[in-house]
């Protein structure tokens, strides 16, 4: 009798540990990851993981090996950023992987087009982000219905934000000399049309991409068009291509934040976006 009761405590045991397991929902990479804090917050039972490393910009390159599937095996889903930035490695995800949820955050959202395709950067907008987090909170409510009130409530909670934060910035940027900006990549698109920037020229495509003597001797050109047009680097950046230019046209260099990579913390988004609307003022006031 004694060892049925102790076989029938530990298997109850075993099944609250089970109804307890942690779900994991995975993020493309850190723009989603921030976003992904706020919409999941105090939502029980739920793990974030990140697919990508911390400060990666862009995933064009991004090529998913046999411990990234791992990590994605039994996941409730991944999470991506949409407007073609994941394109590198979903046709092998959906190969391997062909039940993984996806919730792609960038329905909605009015995408930019150049020379290159569609911008995928369009977490670098307020109301962007906003959009982001209620897509989020719809795909997320469906795959996780015991916490979809929860779910829904954050991500509406932080749309507001954004509004708010969109509204602040904007009010805070209005009395700009000059709009005219160099960025470092291009990233900014989307931030630019947020706060009527003129992104001049931008010094290379992607990030980890050195520009060519053509296009530095280009960008020169461009930049002599304007008489106040100030270079913008990032965190971690090769800067030997900007001090070129800068050299050339007697422009200064400040940073702004892609916010690819932070704290983790909820509210590392606005403090960024913050940080990068205090440089703008720096930059192009009129003092």
């Not at 930019?112 to 909170?137: K, R």
Request: aromatic share 6%; hydrophobic share 45%.
């Amino acid at each position: 009798m004694m060892k049925k009761l102790l076989w029938t405590l530990c298997l109850a045991a075993l099944l609250m540990g089970a109804a307890r397991a942690e779900t994991t929902v995975v993020c493309s990479f850190y723009p989603v990851r921030v976003l992904a804090e706020n919409v999941l917050a105090d939502v029980p039972e739920v793990r974030l993981e990140t697919l990508a490393p911390a400060g990666t910009g862009c995933l064009h390159d991004f090529q998913l090996l046999p411990g990234d599937l791992r990590a994605l095996d039994g996941a409730a889903c991944l999470i991506i950023n949409g407007a073609g930035m994941e394109d590198q490695f979903l046709p092998l995800l959906r190969r391997e992987m062909p039940a993984l949820p996806l919730v792609d955050c960038s329905a909605g959202i009015a995408l930019t087009e150049d020379d290159h395709g569609v911008n995928p950067h369009v977490w670098l907008n307020a109301l962007n982000a906003g959009q982001m987090a209620l897509n989020m909170g719809e795909g997320l409510a469906a795959l996780l219905p015991e916490s979809a009130e929860k779910i829904t409530a954050n991500a509406a909670a932080f749309a507001a934000r954004m509004q708010a934060l969109h509204d602040e910035l904007t009010a805070e940027l209005a009395g700009l000399a000059s709009r005219d900006i160099v960025t470092f990549h291009e990233a900014y698109p989307y931030f630019a049309a947020e706060f009527g920037l003129n992104v001049v020229a931008s010094v290379t495509v992607e990030p980890d991409e050195a520009p060519s003597p053509r296009m530095i001797a280009e960008t020169v050109e461009r930049i002599r068009a304007y008489p106040r047009c100030p270079l913008f680097s990032e965190p971690g950046a090769a800067t030997d291509a900007l001090s070129v230019i800068a050299r050339e046209t007697g422009q200064p260099v400040y940073e702004l934040s892609p916010i690819t990579d932070g704290n983790g913390a909820a509210d590392d988004y606005e403090a960024a976006m913050r940080r990068n609307a205090d440089t703008l003022k720096q930059a192009l006031s009129g003092d």
